[in-house]
């Protein structure tokens, strides 16, 4: 069975500073994916990483994945207290060449930005 | 709006008893499925389902049991085999070809107690 494991799972920041939530994961797989949870609500999509290398930005929130290390970070830079969430990663754990994903997520990175 | 909707949003289910959660969506995607999520702990695939009479377990299947004999309809029934049924219960769907750069979008949830 494909394990994810985030890191840290628990993260308590000032507004402005920078940091980086770490995700390791245990077999191939060439899709993976962050969301952002906001308290009692659902997961909102935020990044889609498809290959070796790929690098999105989207604000303060900057993902990228390294396939060969089975890595991916999201970095967060200026934090602001709107970011103050749980981020969680998943990976798609579909064998190759087949059609339908499921996704295996960390456990989730709580995030608490203050002033 | 395209979007998926779950309902109810709370459920209180008493020892014993059966109860269904409903999840439709309006996005014409081919693939749905249920997540359970508990406190601090990352989401969990229950069923999963590619095509209209088609679907597979997940990693926690046991005490559940789905049906899709509609595109847009995935129902789970959460069975009195299921002996710690409480939780935060998620319905996602994706269009699934994986030549594209799918994502699954999440319904909003619903959120089950045993009283």
């Known amino acids: 069975e494909l394990k994810v494991e985030q890191n840290p799972l628990f993260l308590s920041m000032q507004e402005g500073k920078n940091y980086t939530i770490y995700c390791n994961y245990s077999t191939t797989s060439d899709r993976l994916y962050w969301y952002r949870q906001d308290p009692g609500k659902s997961l909102e999509s935020l990044f889609v990483l498809l290959s070796n290398g790929a690098v999105k930005q989207e604000g303060r929130l900057m993902a990228s994945l390294d396939t060969k290390a089975r890595l991916s970070t999201l970095h967060i830079t200026a934090a602001v207290h709107d970011l103050s969430a749980t981020y969680f990663c998943a990976v798609d754990g579909a064998d190759r060449g087949s059609t339908l994903g499921r996704l295996y997520f960390g456990r989730g990175t709580q995030l608490t930005v203050w002033p | 709006d395209g979007g998926i909707t779950q309902s109810p949003k709370y459920l209180f289910r008493k020892e014993g008893q059966n109860v269904t959660l409903s999840c439709e969506q309006n996005l014409n995607h081919d693939a749905m499925y249920w997540y359970r999520q508990d406190p601090g702990q990352g989401l969990r695939l229950i069923y999963y389902s590619q095509i209209v009479n088609d679907f597979q377990k997940g990693d926690i299947a046991e005490g559940y049991s789905v049906s899709r004999e509609k595109k847009e309809s995935f129902p789970l029934t959460v069975t009195s085999a299921q002996k710690n049924p409480t939780a935060f219960y998620l319905c996602?769907?994706?269009?699934?070809?994986?030549?594209?750069?799918?994502?699954?979008?999440f319904g909003q949830g619903t959120r089950l107690t045993v009283v």
């Open positions: 996602a769907s994706s269009i699934d070809r994986r030549e594209w750069e799918t994502e699954a979008f």
